[in-house]
């Protein structure tokens, strides 16, 4: 069946432009999760959502970082203002309910230039 | 807080030695502890999972991971190397903050395997 999916799978931004990241969980799955993953660094929690509640945002690096997954399915991570520093893979996890195993996604490169 | 800890950001075995890829953990409570593969350009994928249950633990692709209360240990092991092992290789530490299971993950380990 169908995974994880994540667009674009490449992004390269100028500093300063504002990007959507966008994750298709798999049908049904419960929770969702967003991970950054820099360069040669293991990936770190940024946040996650129990259906359309987002339940904790506390790996968000500033208030430049926004996500949202309105109708409890698809979830977009917004960045404002892009800065060089967040150059990285962008992974999305979901999970069929809150305590079983997460399901990553291809992820997304952003580049800031 | 949580951590884990990976020893070695490069191992090097040869096609049918073993692999023995190092993770220690901290922890206050009991933790879940995970190890994932990664392939290159691809999501994590997960190997295997202690979650309180039998401390030795079997995985897919013929990996096992032992947990070592005393050493805060969850190596994972797998007695002969093929080729398609060559990956990234992520422990992790569950928090079960908020009811959820938020993932710890170490700094990975690349695994090279040579003919």
């Known amino acids: 069946g169908a995974g994880v999916s994540q667009s674009p799978r490449y992004k390269v931004a100028k500093r300063g432009q504002d990007v959507a990241l966008r994750c298709d969980p798999i049908?049904?799955?419960?929770?969702l999760f967003w991970y950054q993953q820099a360069l040669g660094q293991g990936p770190e929690f940024l946040t996650y959502?129990?259906?359309?509640?987002?339940?904790?945002k506390s790996g968000l690096p500033s208030d430049r970082f926004f996500a949202e997954r309105p109708e409890g399915s698809v979830s977009t991570l917004k960045i404002q203002r892009t800065q060089q520093e967040d150059s990285a893979v962008y992974l999305c996890?979901?999970?069929?309910?809150?305590?079983?195993?997460?399901?990553f996604g291809p992820g997304t490169r952003l580049t800031v230039t | 807080a949580q951590s884990v800890t990976q020893l070695g950001s490069h191992v090097s075995v040869s096609e049918g030695a073993l692999v023995l890829l190092r993770c220690n953990y901290s922890?206050?409570?009991?933790?879940?502890l995970f190890w994932y593969v990664q392939y290159p350009n691809q999501g994590l994928q997960l190997l295997l999972k202690?979650?309180?249950?039998?401390?030795l633990v079997k995985g897919i692709n013929g990996f096992e991971a032992e947990f070592k209360k005393s050493e805060t240990s969850f190596h994972l092991t797998k007695p002969s190397a093929h080729m398609s092992d060559a990956a990234e290789y992520f422990c992790?530490?569950?928090?079960?903050?908020?009811?959820?299971?938020?993932?710890?993950f170490g700094t990975g380990t690349r695994l090279l395997v040579s003919p």
């Open positions: 922890s206050s409570v009991p933790p879940y």
């Open positions: 049908s049904g799955h419960v929770s």
């Open positions: 992790a530490v569950s928090e079960m903050n908020t009811g959820f299971q938020k993932l710890v």
């Open positions: 996890a979901s999970s069929a309910q809150v305590l079983s195993e997460q399901y």
């Open positions: 959502f129990q259906n359309e509640a987002q339940l904790d």
């Open positions: 202690y979650t309180s249950a039998a401390t």
